[in-house]
């Protein structure tokens, strides 16, 4: 299948892409910047998701297009709110429309666990406003559409965006740890090549029409992860906690009521958490940003 992988350039994206290149599919990466992960298999298109006639263009012939090119930094959102309603709500609406005028077979958006809560400020209205775009687009014209909401992710190609990554950094340049949350704070972590594969397994048909979450399968106490990451690095590590609770991110759960509840998607293959971090620590060390 011909597929276009929209922030294919990104962390989550990236991993996206190569895990449809690896089951088969022609995939093109469309970004506002070239993607240093790039395989041979795959073909780059650097643009803006706004430039319709460009999105129009690659979307031609095309089987199926995923929705990664947003912005995605929760907090760096609550201080762009106007660029984040561009990219995330507008930036949908072009591909959306493109994608029915293409004729193209799936949608996929991804969303996130935030979309229904009360938390996530200027990014979760986005991405409630794009789900409910993607919902439309789905009832009017008859796009298949299947909805991913991600839980917190982590793993190789992160950046500072990614607060797993900030505390293993942290963790490696001055052996101490800022946690910037409550102490009682509970994640559902998921390595992001696992991600990946459920988000490709999304294609399936059962799946059209769905909103799907994909998050870890185990909760983690911020206690027990920090003093994960400690025993890995095997040296003590001078770890402080805000104890603030955050405007935006949540403390236990992100869920609230709501009628437009997503069924989870698991699978029984998963990256241990402990080796998952243990990569994460090997890549930062072998780039030299822990010093």
């Known amino acids: 299948m011909k597929t276009v992988v929209f922030g294919g350039s990104g962390f989550l994206g990236s991993h996206v892409a190569d895990e449809l290149t690896n089951r088969g599919h022609q995939v093109t990466i469309f970004d506002l910047r070239p993607s240093p992960y790039i395989s041979k298999q795959q073909s780059m298109v650097v643009g803006d998701i706004t430039d319709t006639d460009l999105v129009r263009t690659v979307l031609e012939d095309t089987d199926v297009a995923y929705q990664f090119a947003d912005m995605a930094d929760l907090d760096g959102a609550t201080t762009k709110p106007v660029e ?19 004729s ?53 190609r992160a950046d500072s965006r990614n607060s797993l990554f900030r505390y293993l950094k ?73 104890n603030v609770p955050s405007r935006s991110h949540y403390a236990i759960t992100p869920y609230s009521f709501t009628p437009k509840v997503g069924d989870k998607l698991v699978s029984n293959r998963y990256t241990d958490m402990g080796q998952g971090l243990l990569e994460c620590l090997h890549e930062i060390h072998a780039s030299g940003t822990s010093s």
């Open 170 to 242: 942290q963790a490696l340049a001055e052996h101490r740890i800022l946690y910037a949350g409550l102490e009682t704070d509970v994640r559902e972590y998921i390595h992001v090549r696992d991600a990946a594969r459920l988000s490709v397994d999304a294609l399936g048909d059962e799946f059209k029409g769905c909103h799907i979450v994909i998050s870890g399968n185990h909760p983690t106490k911020a206690t027990d992860l920090l003093k994960m990451i400690e025993e890995i690095l095997n040296r003590p590590l001078h770890i402080e906690y805000a």
């Open 84 to 102: 984040t309603i561009k990219r995330n709500v507008l930036g949908t609406a072009t591909l959306l429309t493109a994608a029915v005028d293409a």
């Open 104 to 156: 193209v077979k799936r949608f996929v958006y991804a969303s996130t666990v935030y979309v229904y809560s009360d938390l996530g400020g200027f990014y979760r209205c986005s991405k409630q406003a794009g789900e409910i775009y993607v919902e439309e687009y789905q009832r009017q014209y008859g796009l298949n559409c299947t909805i991913l909401r991600y839980g917190s992710l982590y793993g190789p």
